[in-house]
């Protein structure tokens, strides 16, 4: 059984901070790109930031860089998404997505909602 899901997701006031967690199960993170994209109300998933396989390299939206960090704990099988500053307009359903290096698997959580509002 293969699952990512997806945790940390609430209420929190513009300027605050968030920390998502995703958790692995049923394979092994470490041949795996991570990423986590979003949703809003209205709005197409976008992409918000991607971790390598070995955490080496990193990629963000325009909009949330230098506020969102991505990072992984491959012995834990876990990636995380650290939101600071964060905004109204951040808030979305957050999707942790896993990609294989073979490019013959691609996998999906469920989503946790974030919303920033005072």
């Known amino acids: 059984q293969v699952q990512l899901v997806e945790s940390g997701g609430g209420l929190v006031q513009p300027g605050g901070s968030r920390r998502l967690s995703c958790a692995a199960s049923?394979?092994?993170?470490?041949?795996?790109?991570m990423r986590w994209y979003r949703q809003a109300p209205g709005k197409e998933r976008e992409l918000v930031a991607g971790i390598s396989s070995n955490g080496g390299s990193t990629n963000y939206a325009d909009s949330v860089k230098g506020r969102f960090t991505i990072s992984r704990d491959n012995a834990k099988n876990t990636v995380y998404l650290q939101m600071n500053s964060l905004k109204p307009e951040d808030t979305a359903v957050y999707f942790c997505?896993?990609?294989?290096?073979?490019?013959?698997?691609?996998?999906w959580g469920q989503g946790t909602q974030v919303t920033v509002s005072s």
């Open positions: 049923g394979f092994t993170i470490s041949t795996f790109h």
């Open positions: 997505n896993a990609q294989s290096l073979s490019g013959l698997y691609f996998y």
